[in-house]
């Protein structure tokens, strides 16, 4: 699948922006700035309001493309911090996604699939506790599991690593690199290191630095 | 192509209410709507207030008992007590009064939540998922606090009177099942109706204009406190307005 940017301009700062996007490989966005790729992202997601141009899946326009409600089941999207509802538990807010996603699925079946994920990310949380007690990096590695949760057919990684410490990083790196052969990935990153040494792609936004206004 | 925030922020107002009103229409259908977060504000809303609406409703029933009892002293109290009872705390103040305490404690609350939520990205979150961040935050919330203030309204109105009795006895041996005959004899259906009638329209003004301010937050957290205040303001003013406009129309009618 392609995701084309076509002239798009976007609140979050894209002016007048054209892009074509690879989704089906492992597609690194590389942009030091971090705030030109998050923008990207929630362009794609329907996050950001678009004043002008367009958004295109495979020649699908964004809002046709998402109009069965459904995206997260379509682009896997994790933020770059862990953000949780706080007004839920852990457990809830794992399976919001979910039961929006896989109503059918009965208690037991969310369970083990619960437990699978957060096995492969080494958490050990108690998931009845709120989010706010736990640390950046486990709610961090808490929004991968959610969202691998609802198997999607991309995954869209906004900066993977940040707020993780040095254990985190690499039990990440050691997941991300077995869902490679699974997930096709568009990630947006800061480490160019990283992405020479993992993306089938890299797109370099430096070279795109007109288009976005800081 | 039309984004979804860029119709909603274009419209403002009008156009929130329009897709509220949809997806409550579809709530039936919808999976968005979480029964959790009706029950949760119904318990905050209501049972939570249960305290603070005796204590007003005991206080404001006897005081009208009170000074209805000191102006009619030379007249004989007789049916006028009731009367003004009626009149003053089930056509009004039940309404009126109970309408205050739902904007301080829930329209401030949830203004603050949502206004927060939006601040911390969580209504991003909600929407990256493709759940409609009204279906679920919003709608949930109006039908709790409109069953909330439902049921504190005609809480109210019962304490009041219980209260109107107790402070009765102040002044004479009148009998309970005396002062509740007395009172029914009074009581007519359209004033039930009316408090009814007013009561939701008061749990919908302040459901709706506190979930509107608290999702118009942008980024900032200073935001929070302004968007709060306003709903709180807009909230008393919208409530009174339609008070006076429903009580207008029964006046008319009946």
Redesign the interface.
């Known amino acids: 699948m392609i995701v084309k940017f076509d002239s798009v301009s976007s609140r979050a700062g894209l002016c007048n922006f054209s892009l074509s996007i690879p989704l089906d490989q492992v597609t690194l966005l590389y942009d030091p700035s971090k705030i030109f790729s998050a923008s990207i992202l929630r362009a794609m997601l329907g996050l950001d309001e678009i004043y002008s141009g367009n958004i295109y899946y495979d020649g699908i326009d964004l809002d046709q493309y998402f109009a069965d409600g459904v995206q997260t089941s379509k682009l896997g999207y994790v933020f770059d911090e862990g953000i949780m509802l706080s007004n839920l538990s852990l457990q809830e807010n794992l399976l919001l996604p979910l039961h929006w996603v896989k109503p059918e699925l009965d208690t037991a079946q969310s369970d083990a699939l619960i437990s699978h994920w957060m096995e492969l990310f080494e958490l050990k949380l108690d998931l009845k506790q709120r989010p706010e007690l736990c640390r950046p990096g486990q709610l961090k590695l808490l929004g991968f599991v959610r969202t691998l949760l609802v198997n999607p057919n991309y995954l869209l990684l906004d900066d993977p690593f940040y707020l993780l410490n040095k254990l985190e990083r690499e039990i990440l790196y050691r997941v991300i690199k077995q869902l490679k052969a699974s997930y096709p990935m568009l990630i947006a990153s800061i480490d160019d290191e990283f992405g020479a040494g993992f993306a089938d792609a890299i797109i370099d936004l430096s070279s795109f630095q007109d288009n976005f206004s800081y | ?6 119709k909603k ?1 274009g419209a403002g107002f009008f156009l929130f209410l329009a897709v509220t009103l949809r997806e409550a229409f579809r709530a039936k259908s919808n ?2 709507m979480s029964s959790m977060v009706v029950f ?1 504000q119904i318990l905050f809303t209501g049972y939570e207030a249960l305290p603070l609406i005796s204590f007003l409703a005991l206080a404001i029933g006897g005081l009208v008992i009170l000074q209805g009892s000191n102006l009619l002293q030379d007249f004989g109290q007789g049916i006028w007590v009731h009367i003004i009872l009626v009149t003053v705390v089930v056509n009004e103040l039940s309404g009126i009064l109970t309408a205050l305490v739902v904007i301080a404690r829930s329209g401030t609350a949830i203004s603050t ?1 949502l206004g ?2 939006r601040v ?3 209504i ?9 961040p009204i279906g679920y935050l919003v709608v949930s919330r109006i039908l709790g606090v409109v069953i909330a203030t439902t049921v504190l309204v005609l809480y109210f109105n019962l304490v009041a009177v219980l209260g109107g009795w107790l402070f009765t006895r102040m002044f004479n041996q009148l009998d309970f099942r005396t002062f509740i005959s007395g009172f029914l004899s009074v009581l007519k259906f359209s004033h039930v109706i009316s408090a009814v009638i007013k009561s939701i329209c008061f749990g919908l003004i302040i459901s709706t204009v506190s979930t509107y301010q608290g999702l118009s937050v942008q980024r900032a957290s200073t935001e929070v406190p302004q968007r709060t205040i306003k709903a709180v303001v807009i909230s008393i003013f919208a409530v009174i307005l339609v008070d006076m406009l429903i009580t207008w129309l029964f006046w008319v009618l009946l």
């Open positions: 192509m039309t984004n979804k925030r860029q922020s999976r968005q949760r939540e927060n939520m911390r990205r969580e991003d979150l909600v929407e990256s998922f493709g759940i409609s």
